[in-house]
């Protein structure tokens, strides 16, 4: 299909292509993670491409052009992304790579995929860049998360924007614009990507039949696809257990709770706990709760017998784990540590 944006992004498709008559040379969408921004911009890349774009600026969908974009081939389109996200889609033709014709894992797949986009990924579009477009049209590199770019790999990305090849469109696409250097930033038109209202996103989350959109929806902050992603997983008792925890907090529950999560995703905790300290820090303070509501009589009790400084001395802290809750020396210590701090607040 030429048109495959979600229902809340009708508006937004429409001011962007207010753009098209003076288009800059790199665009960055920002905004909150799990609302269809990657979805979003691969779609204007693909309308960039176009042969016979349509009235409203999406791509046709039956023209050579669109038939090699949607196969992954397209000779004037790059994407850039951590190698923990290639083979995504399906008949992505990254899905193969590092697997022998004989289909046992090469020497490359044996390591951990990476989470960074590294520099040579970077370096590697020198090439594409150097050599003339297909039939004299646009080139498009679609680069996320763009946050995820290491030190030396956004160093290289900021040269090549500070003397963008001619015809070549860079895409970026953001969940956090303060891990961008700013550099980076200045040289790139933001273009904001705003979340779905309630209505729209627990509608779009029952058409993928999700029991309990509400609730699934309310713990991913409003974001539809992160929660559409949850409900799929399989950590619904992980989660329920976690802030049942969160609700009793002491020291013999803490060190009990991080035995029994302790092969958890240290980073989903951590976010976890974040969500819980910000609920509770708006329920002292507004009366209102934002991602745990069907905990509100726990909230309150809570909220009720903790220090406002301390709550915040809390949030500090969660911000400071979060940042190295990738790569923990010991998970069962970090997150003991973690619940033990928070019991404290209550002792």
């Known amino acids: 299909m030429s048109n495959s944006l979600f229902p809340w992004q009708g508006d937004v498709w429409q001011q962007l292509q207010q753009m098209r008559t003076r288009l800059p ?11 269809g921004k990657t979805v979003f911009a691969e779609q204007f890349a693909q309308s960039l491409l176009c042969e016979t774009p349509q009235a409203d600026g999406h791509a046709c969908g039956t023209c050579g052009s669109c038939g090699w974009f949607m196969q992954y081939n397209h000779p004037d389109y790059r994407r850039v992304r951590p190698e923990i996200l290639d083979g995504d889609e399906a008949g992505d033709p990254d899905a193969a790579e590092g697997e022998a014709g ?75 614009l303060d891990r961008l250097l ?53 950590g619904r008792e992980l989660i329920d257990a976690f802030l049942q925890h969160l609700t009793r907090p002491g020291i013999n529950g803490a060190l009990k709770c991080a035995e029994l999560l302790q092969k958890a995703p240290v980073a989903e905790l951590v976010t976890w706990q974040q969500r819980w300290l910000y609920d509770l820090f708006s329920l002292k303070l507004c009366g209102t709760i934002r991602y745990y509501p069907r905990y509100e009589k726990a909230l309150a009790a809570l909220a009720a017998k903790v220090d406002t400084g301390a709550l915040l001395r809390a949030l500090k802290s969660s911000n400071e784990r979060r940042a190295i809750a990738e790569h923990p020396l010991s998970a069962r210590l970090f997150i003991e540590e973690m619940l033990l701090d928070y019991a404290t607040m209550f002792a």
């Open 102 to 176: 004989d289909g046992k894992k090469t020497a490359k797949s044996a390591k951990a995929p990476s989470k960074e986009i590294k520099i040579d990924q970077i370096r590697a579009l020198s090439g594409f860049m150097n050599i003339s477009t297909h039939r004299q049209g646009q080139r498009v590199v679609l680069l996320y998360p763009a946050e995820t770019l290491n030190t030396a790999a956004a160093n290289a990305l900021l040269k090549t924007l500070e003397e963008p090849p001619p015809n070549t469109v860079f895409l970026l696409s953001s969940n956090s």
């Open 182 to 234: 700013p550099t980076i930033l200045s040289r790139c038109r933001k273009f904001a990507m705003p979340l779905p209202s309630r209505e729209q996103a627990l509608a779009w989350l029952r058409l993928q039949d999700v029991k309990d959109a509400d609730v699934w929806l309310a713990e991913q902050g409003g974001a539809p696809l992160t929660a559409y992603a949850q409900s799929q997983s399989e």
């Open 25 to 35: 040379h790199a665009i960055l969408f920002h905004g909150a993670e799990g609302i």
